[in-house]
């Protein structure tokens, strides 16, 4: 049974899982692998220079799109 405090550390992203944790949870609830590469993406930290290449990106498209996630667009009437 999981103690209060390891609850707390796991909420509170102190509680760090290994690869082994990672392929277990992929196995137990049936993802393809999700947890595994999550956990990749995770170790190969944070780049403090993501605005930068992003800006430069944005500077080089021809077309901006900006999406809403949570707005459902009103199909055109023709």
Aim: aromatic share 10%; net charge neutral; with cysteine.
């Amino acid at each position: 049974m999981p103690t209060e405090s390891g609850c707390g550390r796991g909420g509170a992203a102190r509680l760090k899982i290994d690869e082994r944790q990672a392929k277990k949870l992929d196995q137990r609830y049936d993802l393809p692998r999700l947890c595994e590469v999550l956990l990749w993406y995770a170790k190969m930290g944070h780049d403090p220079h993501w605005f930068q290449q992003y800006t430069q990106y944005e500077s080089q498209a021809d077309v901006i799109r900006i999406y809403q996630g949570q707005v459902i667009p009103v199909p055109p009437t023709d």
